[in-house]
């Protein structure tokens, strides 16, 4: 079968860490790279952010990364996108003019937007996983959402065009049925783990007592602050925050958090952290603690439970799949719930070694990527049109 990727703004080969490359990208990346070793041939379409950006660049074998010409050649805020999502769209349908694709899977909803505009006269059918919607983050951020404001409308419109909507957990299908989606068009598939690079065994970096990890982009819904605000009530615990980079306004936020609480010596600001290195950041420490006020999958938790690390988490979103009866979950924003969350797991080695075990089972059953990769086949496959004798045809 032949796959159009569509990712505006989150490159697959982009380095994870600043304010718009996170779980998005490592989910394009994985979900493109394991279809390609299903036998698919995958295109993986990014907008052009650096000049020089001409050729397609291999991500994995089958897999291709392209960058579109649509906007300045420069790194740009996603929010800052929507206005040239039609010279993205325009792009894309001379492109897929010439070489049709069997399918078009769209990420998050400017992706959706441009897909659909370019698809409509080739008949291609497109599916849409959103990653995030507005109308949650509009809920939680109220006036400090950023957010164009036709986001809602265009997302709801995306969800009665679309052939298929793939929802990356349970919670998600509740908000896209509200908005008005059909549920028989919305299937769960959750994003995946890298489980040959996340495991529990290999080396670690050297641990320093009772340390926790808060790792991902810096950004305020991501809950970082609360961890710190947590720390004075479990004072046998040592912070490290992995994410941004030393300048960014989150980054000197927390350190000045972290300094008017009296704990400089205890929270560690490192910046972002190479993927291949994660996973030995996250063995070397006893838990690894994400809470963000909402999250629509959240790929930290997965990762450190295929490590073989306890995880505390907020009660939220794809949370509530993943962490459910293998971690700890705690109300989002809650300082103290944290804290006590931490105070019990720190104390308790066996407890931390049961949920460790629960967790590390969990990822190898659910969360691989090879069984994400053909539970998203199965998606494609089921659309109207793809019928199995033109999907042979299409794959030779």
């Known amino acids: 079968m032949r796959i159009a990727m569509v990712s505006e703004h989150a490159d697959p080969l982009a380095a994870i860490g600043g304010v718009d490359a996170g779980g998005q990208n490592v989910h394009v990346a994985g979900l493109a790279t394991a279809l390609a070793a299903l036998g698919h041939e995958v295109t993986v379409y990014t907008r052009r952010t650096a000049r020089g ?12 990364v392209e960058h579109v010409p649509a906007g300045p050649p420069e790194p740009l805020p996603k929010d800052a996108l929507p206005p040239h999502m039609p010279a993205f769209a325009a792009w894309l349908a001379r492109r897929w003019g010439r070489e049709r694709p069997d399918v078009a899977h769209a990420h998050f909803w400017m992706s959706g937007m441009a897909a659909l505009n370019a698809a409509t006269w080739l008949g291609v059918p497109v599916v849409q996983t959103f990653h ?10 109220g006036a400090a959402d950023t957010s164009p404001p036709e986001r809602l409308a265009v997302e709801r419109d995306i969800g009665r065009r679309a052939a298929a909507i793939i929802a990356t957990c349970t919670d998600e299908v509740r908000e896209l049925v509200a908005m008005g989606v059909p549920p028989e068009r919305v299937t769960v598939v959750p994003c995946g783990v890298d489980l040959a690079l996340f495991r529990p065994d290999g080396p670690a970096a050297r641990p320093a007592g009772q340390q926790v990890l808060s790792i991902g982009r810096l950004v305020p819904r991501k ?7 947590a720390l004075p009530r479990v004072p046998e615990a040592r912070l490290i925050v992995a994410g941004g ?7 000197l936020r927390l350190r000045a958090l972290a300094s008017a609480s009296g704990l400089a010596g205890r929270v560690r600001l490192i910046g972002s952290v190479a993927r291949a290195d994660v996973p030995a950041l996250m063995r ?31 009660a ?18 809650r300082p103290r719930a944290v804290a006590k969350a931490l105070r019990d797991l720190l104390g308790c080695p066996e407890r931390r070694a049961a949920l460790a075990a629960a967790g590390l089972r969990r990822a190898r059953t659910r969360y ?9 086949e199965s998606v494609y496959r089921s659309l109207a049109g793809m019928s199995t004798g033109r999907l042979a045809t299409a794959e030779g």
């Not at 950006?53 to 291709?64: N, T």
């Not at 995030?132 to 951020?141: E, M």
């Not at 691989?368 to 998203?376: H, I, L, M, N, Y």
């Open 245 to 251: 980079e030393p300048g960014d306004a989150e980054w």
């Open 53 to 64: 950006q001409d050729a397609p660049v291999p991500l994995a074998p089958g897999a291709v």
């Open 284 to 314: 070397s420490v006893r838990v690894v603690v994400t809470v963000p006020w909402y999250e629509p999958f959240g790929m930290v938790p997965v990762e450190a439970m295929a490590c073989g690390v306890p995880v505390v988490a907020s």
């Open 223 to 229: 809950g970082v602050d609360t961890v710190i605000e």
């Open 316 to 333: 939220v979103g794809g949370h509530l799949d993943t962490v459910t009866g293998c971690g700890v979950l705690v109300p989002p924003r």
């Open 368 to 376: 691989g990527w090879p069984q994400v990769a053909a539970r998203t």
């Open 132 to 141: 995030a919607l507005g109308t949650v983050k509009r809920r939680w951020q």
